[in-house]
Every structure is written in structure tokens, then in C-alpha cells.
């Protein structure tokens, strides 16, 4: 006996879990977009939905000497995207660029960069370079 199906606990009706799922769809879209704009403007991508122990990078992604480290948000604007990348996550982020490049000693060399991609309902997506300052942690301490 296998019990229940564990989506099926109290609080997750149909309606809840389809509309997880159709966003779980929604940020696939949105970070296919961003590696295509990536891909465009000359970047390599090494990695996609990279896990770490301390939390998940978007896309990983190299052009020439830099590094960069993206974080993909889809939202109905421009701003409420930028709002949606918190302080919180933007520590998560470069503990996880971190963890990245510590497993990856050929990588020492390039220059890390943390960008943001956001996405909007039939836009293309939009690139934000250096988004937060490379390893500058001295706006995310304490926060």
C-alpha cells in the first residue's frame, strides 16, 4: 500500500497545483528566453537550474574573461521582476556562485559577475549586467 499521493495533503487542492505547475512552466519559458538573449550576445552557457547545497543558480554563463552568474525573474513588469530579486536571495546567489566555483578550479581565473534577466509577458527579456557588484557583499550583510 502505497498511502495517499503526497500532493494530495489538506490545503493543496486541483486548483492550487495546477497553477504551481503553470508556473513551474512560466519560469521554464522565461529561462529558455534568457539563455537564447545569452546565447545571442556572445555568451557561452555552462550550466542551467545548477543545484548547490546552498541554494540553485539559474544559468551559468562565460563570455571571454567573465563569469557570469544569472538570475532569471518573469514577471507582469519590468519593476516588480527587479522588486522580486531580494537581498535574501541575492546572498543566496553569490553563496551559491561561490560553491560553484570552488568545484571548479579551471574557472579561478574569470571574473565573476552577477546578472539579472527579466522577463515580461510578450517582451523580450531584458539583460542586467553586473546586477550586483561581483562578491561585493557589503550591501547584503545584515539584510
Known sequence: ??????????????E???ERRRRYRVGLAAEWLAVLLL??????????????PVGEIDIVARRGTTIAF??????DSEEAAIAAFTPRQARRLV???EHYLAGRPRLSHLAPRFD????????LPSHRAGFIGAFD??????V
Open 1 to 14: 500500500m502505497s498511502g495517499p499521493d503526497p500532493r494530495e495533503r489538506p490545503g493543496w487542492g486541483a
Open 95 to 97: 553563496r551559491a556562485a
Open 16 to 18: 492550487r497545483l495546477a
Open 70 to 75: 544569472v538570475e532569471v525573474k518573469r514577471r
Open 116 to 123: 539579472l534577466v527579466t522577463a515580461r509577458p510578450g517582451r
Open 137 to 142: 557583499r557589503s550591501g547584503l550583510d545584515g
Open 39 to 52: 546565447t545571442c550576445k556572445g555568451y557561452r552557457i555552462l550550466a542551467r537550474r545548477h543545484r548547490t
